[in-house]
T-cell receptor, first 119, second 113 residues
Framework: GAVVSQHPSRVICKSGTSVKIECRSL??????MFWYRQFPKQSLMLMAT?????????EQGVEKDKFLINHASLTLSTLTVTSAHPEDSSFYIC???????????????FGSGTRLTVV | AQSVTQLGSHVSVSEGALVLLRCNYS??????LFWYVQYPNQGLQLLLK??????LVKGINGFEAEFKKSETSFHLTKPSAHMSDAAEYFC???????????FGKGTKLSVKP
């Protein structure tokens, strides 16, 4: 089945530093990658959408200079949280769609999430 | 705009009892609907999805859901709850401007021994 590998699963960083989160599609080509943020005991909120080889589209209220998204290949997308602050502490999850479309087995496959804690 | 509403933020059942998690959707087009399960500090695992084929969708771990257009519902059921079913469950509809999923607020399922 479709697998998206997300790393790291947990990261603690100091305020002001940058953190990179990777999502790799292991057995399919991820033409679209969605990045979500989840606050404790809340639902998932879309941060941005990236398509391979093009710039990411950010949702309203998401700072594109703080949350840098790169989708340079069909199997790898990265989210870099720049100059992280404690308020950026959250659970970040990626989700990928393959070129077969969202209704295929490769549609909307989620990574395992990254717990970011900024101290 | 598409949206989903999950009725009940917390559902508690006894082991072996029926599980019923409710989800109603709003969509201006034929919807794609999904149910995911999330265990603490983990990502989302797909339980099942409806993409305009059979209205009764069978998923993993004994779960199933029925798409009812007249009721705009997509409730998740399982005949007999197991302790390992205790988790957070999210209903979602495809419908964002980027083709993304829009999630309900989630329902936490507790299973009592």
């Amino acid at each position: 089945g479709a697998v998206v590998s997300q790393h790291p699963s947990r990261v603690i960083c100091k305020s002001g530093t940058s953190v990179k989160i990777e999502c790799r599609s292991l057995d399919f080509q991820a033409t679209t990658m969605f990045w979500y943020r989840q606050f404790p005991k809340q639902s998932l909120m879309l941060m941005a959408t990236s398509n391979e080889g093009s710039k990411a589209t950010y949702e309203q209220g998401v700072e594109k200079d703080k949350f840098l998204i790169n989708h340079a290949s069909l199997t790898l997308s990265t989210l870099t949280v720049t100059s992280a602050h404690p308020e950026d502490s959250s659970f970040y999850i990626c989700s990928a769609n393959g070129r077969e479309g969202p209704s295929s087995v490769y549609g909307y496959t989620f990574g395992s999430g990254t717990r970011l804690t900024v101290v | 705009a598409q949206s989903v509403t999950q009725l009940g933020s917390h559902v508690s059942v006894s082991e072996g009892a029926l599980v019923l998690l409710r989800c109603n959707y709003s969509s201006s087009v034929p919807p794609y609907l999904f149910w995911y399960v999330q265990y603490p500090n983990q990502g989302l695992q797909l339980l099942l999805k409806y993409t305009s084929a059979a209205t009764l969708v069978k998923g993993i771990n004994g779960f199933e859901a029925e798409f009812k257009k007249s009721e705009t519902s997509f409730h998740l059921t399982k005949p007999s709850a197991h302790m390992s079913d205790a988790a957070e469950y999210f209903c979602a509809v495809r419908g964002g401007s980027q083709g993304n999923l829009i999630f309900g607020k989630g329902t936490k399922l507790s299973v009592k021994p």
